[in-house]
C-alpha cells in the first residue's frame, strides 16, 4: 500500500513540534506517530529508525538555514546577510537543527555533516586581520543566538534590540571589503 505523499511532511511537522516543545529526548518512534497523526509504520516506512530521522532533521534544517543565509544576501554582501539571518529572532530556520546538535553530537555519521557544512563556511577565507574581525562578529551573533534560544537573555529592557544595533554598528565598521565574501586563493593545477 503507497503513503499518502503528505504523510512525511506531517512526520517532519509532528517531530519539529515534539523537539520543540518537549526536546530531542521526548523524540520517539511512536510518540511521533501521535503527535503527527500517521501510524508508527509510516513513520517507519519513511525513516527506518530514529537515529535516520535525526540524521534527516538536522541535515534539512541546516540546509534550509544555508538557503535563508544565501536568500537574505543583499548587493553581494554574504556575510552582513549571514550576521542578520542569525539575529533574526523568529523561531524557525536553525532552531530545529540546534535543537537537535547534542543528539547529532553523539551519532559520528550526522555529526560529519554537521562539520562538513562549517568547515565550507570558512573555506575561502584567508584568516587575515579582516577575517578574525569577521570571525569574532560571528561568534557574538552565534553566541546571541544560543542565548536567545535557552532564555539566558539578562532582564534588561530592549537588550536585544541594543545587542542587533551594537552588532549591525560593528558590521558597519569592518574594515574595508571585510564583509564580501572572501575571494577564493585556491588554484587548480593543469593537467
Known sequence: MSRPPHARRRIVEGA?????TRGAAALTLNALASSS??????????????????QGLVE???QAWERHCRES????????????????????????AACLLEEARNDPSTWDLVLRLDRDRFRDWHWDDA???RYVLLLATEGAFWRRLHGLSPQVPDIEGRVQARIARWLRELPSGACRAPTPTR?????
Do not use: N
Not at 16 to 20: K, M, S, T
Not at 41 to 50: E, K
Not at 80 to 95: E, F, K, Y
Open 73 to 96: 544576501v543583499i548587493g553581494g554582501d554574504a556575510f552582513a546577510a549571514r550576521i542578520q539571518a542569525s539575529l533574526d529572532p523568529r523561531d524557525g530556520v536553525g532552531t530545529l
Open 131 to 133: 577575517d578574525v574581525a
Open 37 to 54: 497523526g500517521v501510524s508508527r509504520s509510516a513513520v517507519l516506512y519513511h525513516w527506518p529508525s530514529r537515529r535516520a530521522l535525526i
Open 187 to 191: 588554484t587548480h593545477a593543469s593537467a
Open 16 to 20: 519539529r513540534q515534539l523537539v520543540r
Open 60 to 62: 534539512e534544517d541546516l
